[in-house]
């Protein structure tokens, strides 16, 4: 339960920053920075906050494969 409120509130913090930023640089082409703007923030609230464990780093990577789930490993933890 104290993992879905840590999750709920980086999900929060991206959706505030990216409609921050929205309002104030609107345009269509920006979306894909928007995108990248929203990965980024909600990235560093769930390491910030420490949602994910060691069981949660083991699925990602087992799920990404062996490169890129190191990489995912060591940008989530």
């Known amino acids: 339960m104290k993992s879905n409120k840590?999750?709920?509130s980086s999900s929060t913090m991206m959706a505030l920053a990216v409609?921050?930023?929205e309002q104030l640089y609107y345009s269509k082409f920006l979306?894909?920075?928007y995108v990248v703007l929203g990965g980024i923030v909600y990235t560093f609230f769930l390491r910030?906050?420490?949602v994910l464990d060691e069981g949660d780093l083991a699925f990602l990577q087992q799920v990404f494969g062996g490169?890129?789930?190191l990489v995912v490993r060591k940008v989530l933890y």
Request: glycine share 6%; no cysteine; hydrophobic share 65%.
């Open 6 to 8: 840590r999750a709920l």
């Open 48 to 50: 910030l906050l420490k």
């Open 31 to 33: 979306l894909p920075f």
């Open 67 to 69: 490169r890129i789930g």
């Open 19 to 21: 409609m921050v930023v």
